[in-house]
Nanobody, 125 residues
Framework: QVQLVESGGGLVQAGGSLRLFCAAS????????MGWFRQAPGKERDFVAA???????????YYADAVKGRFTISRDNAKNTMYLQMNSLKPEDTDVYYC???????????????WGQGTQVTVSS
């Protein structure tokens, strides 16, 4: 089992920045990739970004078109932590953000087994 805990959400004005954190614990050696998703009440959960958990500096990354150029996903394996740097935030970025981990060796990942509890991001206009 892998446990994931998100933090770093909050309220920010449009155009501002936030950095989300996802701390992983448990069987982290089983993780192949990790990702960020977001979900508004009553809507489906949307993919935001993904990163390979190991191998090479920085790791492969993959982004949804809606966040390309504004969001940056990164990781620190020594700290078992993944990050999402969100810049130029827009009101439509308001959502609950979830981190997820995938043990499956597929890129980009299409199935995630482990999820965090979510952190609220609110962008005011």
């Amino acid at each position: 089992q892998v446990q994931l805990v998100e933090s770093g959400g909050g309220l920010v004005q449009a155009g501002g920045s936030l950095r989300l954190f996802c701390a992983a614990s448990g069987r982290t050696f089983s993780i192949y990739a990790m990702g960020w998703f977001r979900q508004a009440p009553g809507k489906e959960r949307d993919f935001v970004a993904a990163i390979k958990w190991s191998g090479g500096s920085g790791g492969n990354t993959y982004y949804a078109d809606a966040v390309k150029g504004r969001f940056t996903i990164s990781r620190d394996n020594a700290k078992n932590t993944m990050y999402l740097q969100m810049n130029s935030l827009k009101p439509e970025d308001t959502d609950v953000y979830y981190c997820a981990a995938s043990p499956y060796r597929a890129w980009p990942p299409d199935e995630y087994d482990y999820w965090g509890q979510g952190t609220q991001v609110t962008v005011s206009s």
